[in-house]
């Protein structure tokens, strides 16, 4: 597993989202894909656990390998019923945003490559608006 120290702290993620005061969880990236060398996922709540935004960070053994990770992860993520890609700017050519609602509750996810990490972040029961979004790629 991953160190706790390659996601960031709670103060970063209430930067961005004030509602959310505590991290629920933490530990490995069960939704990982491929042949990850190592994972850490971080899910940070509010006081009711209503909303909830979650960090993973995948490690691969080489680039290569993250990058057909991440190809696979990105058409997974296309594959849900209901998925939509959202228009996002400064995205960069190895990142995408999608947002999807299933049974009442939506998220918005964002996905990016760098190296041999794989970085993700969610955020569920938020609205898909511009404003969400741009704080989600911050």
């Given at each position: 597993?991953?160190?706790?120290?390659?996601?960031?702290?709670?103060?970063?993620?209430?930067?961005?989202?004030?509602?959310?005061?505590?991290?629920?969880?933490?530990?490995?990236?069960?939704?990982?894909?491929?042949?990850?060398?190592?994972?850490r996922s971080v899910i940070y709540a509010n006081s009711d656990?209503?909303?909830?935004?979650?960090?993973?960070?995948?490690?691969?053994?080489?680039?290569?390998?993250a990058s057909s990770a991440y190809q696979e992860a990105v058409?997974?993520?296309?594959?849900?019923?209901?998925?939509?890609?959202?228009?996002?700017?400064?995205?960069?050519?190895?990142?995408?945003?999608?947002?999807?609602?299933?049974?009442?509750?939506?998220?918005?996810?964002?996905?990016?490559?760098?190296?041999?990490?794989?970085?993700?972040?969610?955020?569920?029961?938020?609205?898909?608006?511009?404003?969400?979004?741009?704080?989600?790629?911050?």
């Amino acid at each position: 597993m991953l160190p706790r120290k390659v996601v960031v702290p709670i103060s970063t993620v209430n930067r961005f989202f004030p509602e959310v005061t505590r991290e629920a969880s933490t530990g490995r990236n069960l939704t990982a894909v491929a042949n990850a060398k190592a994972t850490r996922s971080v899910i940070y709540a509010n006081s009711d656990s209503s909303k909830k935004v979650t960090i993973t960070v995948d490690q691969y053994p080489t680039a290569s390998d993250a990058s057909s990770a991440y190809q696979e992860a990105v058409a997974k993520s296309k594959s849900v019923t209901g998925f939509k890609p959202v228009p996002a700017e400064n995205l960069g050519q190895d990142a995408f945003v999608g947002t999807v609602t299933q049974g009442g509750e939506t998220h918005i996810g964002l996905g990016a490559l760098h190296g041999t990490l794989i970085v993700g972040a969610t955020l569920a029961r938020y609205d898909p608006t511009p404003e969400n979004t741009a704080k989600l790629i911050s």
